[in-house]
């Protein structure tokens, strides 16, 4: 990850902060970031509304201004430099970013064994078996369930709703 934003802002010559906001958009395909900043810089910022700090799709770790009715996104440096007096906020932070980063990334996921953390990297994102390292949990790397060949991720998705819904159990056995 730290290489790829290496990568666009040497290239850019833009700010971190920004460099990441960007490939996390653009789900870390520097290439892509790469060539529409070059095709038009301020059209890339206006399309994915990266304004003085702000962005069209906020997620769960982004801190947004509390005024009424204002949608702008602090940026990271920002947000850490608030908290740089208390560590425990620092670090709770600094851990939902990393999340953020993993799960936005099309090569990277968590692992999906009881309580362990490691991350698994892939060539490319697809359906294919996986295990775990550390704990040797197998599990499907695009949608991270068991593994379910040879049957499509979206099947698997919906026969779990199906099954965690009492009543379509019911109806779909009978």
Not at 28 to 56: F, M, P
Not at 109 to 115: K, V
Not at 154 to 168: N, Y
Request: proline share 3%; with cysteine; aromatic share 8%.
């Amino acid at each position: 990850l730290e290489e790829t934003m290496d990568r666009v802002v040497s290239a850019l010559d833009i700010p971190v902060p920004l460099a990441k906001l960007l490939l996390q958009l653009y789900k870390w395909d520097y290439i892509t970031v790469l060539d529409l900043y070059c095709a038009d810089s301020e059209k890339l910022l206006v399309d994915c509304n990266i304004h003085a700090g702000s962005s069209k799709q906020p997620l769960d770790d982004r801190i947004s201004c509390m005024e009424n009715g204002c949608n702008v996104i602090c940026m990271e440096d920002f947000v850490l430099n608030i908290l740089k007096e208390n560590s425990d906020l620092k670090e709770k932070y600094e851990q939902l970013r990393f999340k953020d980063c993993v799960e936005s990334h099309p090569k990277l996921r968590f692992c999906s064994g009881p309580d362990c953390h490691m991350i698994i990297m892939a060539e490319y994102s697809a359906a294919k078996k996986v295990t775990c390292t550390k704990c040797e949990t197998s599990f499907c790397f695009r949608c991270g369930s068991d593994y379910h060949a040879p049957t499509s991720c979206e099947t698997i998705r919906k026969w779990l709703i199906k099954c965690a819904d009492d009543s379509e159990t019911a109806n779909y056995i009978r």
